[in-house]
T-cell receptor, first 112, second 111 residues
Framework: GENVEQHPSTLSVQEGDSAVIKCTYS??????FPWYKQELGKRPQLIID?????GEKKDQRIAVTLNKTAKHFSLHITETQPEDSAVYFC???????????FGDGTTLTVKP | DSGVTQTPKHLITATGQRVTLRCSPR?????VYWYQQSLDQGLQFLIQ???????AKGNILERFSAQQFPDLHSELNLSSLELGDSALYFC??????????FGPGTRLLVL
């Protein structure tokens, strides 16, 4: 089955610095890669996603890159703010097979 | 608010018991997904339903079962509960696209 590895498990940065979280997946049938932000005790919320026919996508301070050949994708957050502190999950989804596999999450702490 | 609703918000029960968690998807969404999130853990995909039919199965225990009704709401049934089943259970829904929208979750505590 699909396996998604996410690194690092914890990340601490100073306010204003950039943060990068990386994920690798195993199933070449995966064609959709969302990133979710989860604050303590709350629901995961979609922050950005990318489909397998695109290499990069950006939304203000957040960007995602995808390397299909290497089967890895990354989340980049620039100019981090304390409110960016949360757990971030990547996922690899095979829409045709209906299978969703999430990474184990990265706890991001942004220090003021 | 994602438009996905889950009831109850909290559930406390004893080992060996059976509970039912309910999920109502966003209006028009045909797909419903169930996930388990244990303390400080990731999201474990349990099962997906599409328009009333089971579409994909993840790491769902045999003690757990789910169904999706004609009005598209879904229920997750957990039986013979064990201490280790204590977790947050999330439901998500999606429409014609792949994006999954999560509900607020049901926090289950098994004592």
């Amino acid at each position: 089955g699909e396996n998604v590895e996410q690194h690092p498990s914890t990340l601490s940065v100073q306010e204003g610095d950039s943060a990068v979280i990386k994920c690798t997946y195993s199933d070449s049938a995966s064609n959709y890669f969302p990133w979710y932000k989860q604050e303590l005790g709350k629901r995961p919320q979609l922050i950005i996603d990318i489909r397998s026919n695109v290499g990069e996508k950006k939304d203000q301070r957040i960007a995602v890159t995808l390397n299909k050949t290497a089967k890895h994708f990354s989340l980049h957050i620039t100019e981090t703010q304390p409110e960016d502190s949360a757990v971030y999950f990547c996922a690899a989804i095979s829409h045709n097979a209906g299978k969703s596999t999430f990474g184990d999450g990265t706890t991001l702490t942004v220090k003021p | 608010d994602s438009g996905v609703t889950q009831t109850p918000k909290h559930l406390i029960t004893a080992t060996g018991q059976r509970v039912t968690l309910r999920c109502s998807p966003r209006s028009g969404d045909l797909s419903v997904y169930w996930y388990q999130q244990s303390l400080d853990q990731g999201l474990q995909f349990l099962i997906q339903y599409y328009n009333g039919e089971e579409r994909a199965k993840g790491n769902i225990l045999e003690r757990f079962s789910a169904q999706q009704f004609p009005d598209l709401h879904s229920e997750l049934n957990l039986s013979s509960l064990e201490l280790g089943d204590s977790a947050l259970y999330f439901c998500a829904s999606s429409g014609t696209g792949e994006t999954q929208y999560f509900g607020p979750g049901t926090r289950l505590l098994v004592l």
